[in-house]
């Protein structure tokens, strides 16, 4: 099973400003990984698939990087509304995810 | 529109059983894959079990494997989880979930359902 470790486990982050989150995967996995963000009480929701193609409809602010074993989330210029849990997901099976990343606004 | 709603959730005494359902629509059902995720309270996401799409394969995480059995109607558009020997572990709200191709067992989900929560509890 491939084990996905995100980092940091929590953010606290003033509007406007630059969030970056990282997933590093046990093994390759190619671009493999997808992004998706959890708000409270709500189901996930995709925003970056196979590494860095964005998902229809999610804002230009979002966007992923990498390949192999080690990859990107990034928030532009963060919105209050982007408060969330941010989870990597990797789909060879067994799916695997990581262990999420809590962005709050200050 | 794409729908996905589970139901059948509830508080079951360990070693019980239970049958969860997800109604699909908006969706040719019979052509994708379909997963069930789970989600212990303030925990994170845990894959579950999948199934292709006539039913033919199926695989599960290691942690449910000989208890949890995943199949699907096509006919009703339904997809099902029956869990027994149920544990405490097992508490959590179960989400099924489509993915973007469906085709493609490995490629991400692009619908969830809105979850059903299993309480494992005496």
């Known amino acids: 099973e491939i084990v996905l470790t995100q980092s940091p486990d929590f953010q606290s982050v003033t509007p406007k400003e630059k969030v970056t989150i990282t997933c590093r995967a046990s093994?390759?996995?190619?671009?493999?990984l997808h992004w998706y963000q959890q708000k409270p009480d709500q189901s996930p929701k995709l925003l970056i698939k196979y590494a860095s193609q964005s998902f229809s409809g999610v804002p230009s602010r979002f966007s992923g990087s990498g390949s192999g074993t080690d990859f990107t989330l990034t928030i532009n210029s963060l919105e209050a509304e982007d408060a969330a849990t941010y989870y990597c997901?990797?789909?060879?099976?067994?799916?695997?995810f990581g262990q999420g990343t809590k962005v709050e606004i200050k | 529109e794409v729908q996905l709603v589970e139901s059948g959730g509830g508080l079951v005494q360990p070693g019980g059983s239970l049958r969860l359902s997800c109604a699909a629509s908006?969706?040719?059902?019979?052509?994708?894959?379909m997963h069930w995720v789970r989600q212990a309270p303030g925990k994170g996401l845990v894959w579950v079990s999948h199934i292709n799409n006539d039913g033919s394969t199926t695989n599960y995480a290691d942690s449910v494997k000989g208890r949890f059995t995943i199949s699907r109607d096509n006919a009703k558009n339904t997809l099902y989880l029956q869990m027994n020997s149920l544990r405490a572990e097992d508490t959590a709200v179960y989400y099924c979930?489509?993915?973007?191709?469906?085709?493609?067992?490995?490629?991400?989900?692009?619908?969830w359902g809105q979850g059903t929560l299993v309480t494992v509890s005496s």
């Open positions: 997901h990797q789909s060879s099976s067994p799916w695997t």
């Open positions: 979930a489509r993915p973007t191709a469906s085709w493609d067992s490995s490629s991400p989900v692009d619908y």
């Open positions: 093994q390759s996995i190619g671009s493999s």
């Open positions: 908006g969706f040719t059902f019979s052509y994708y894959w």
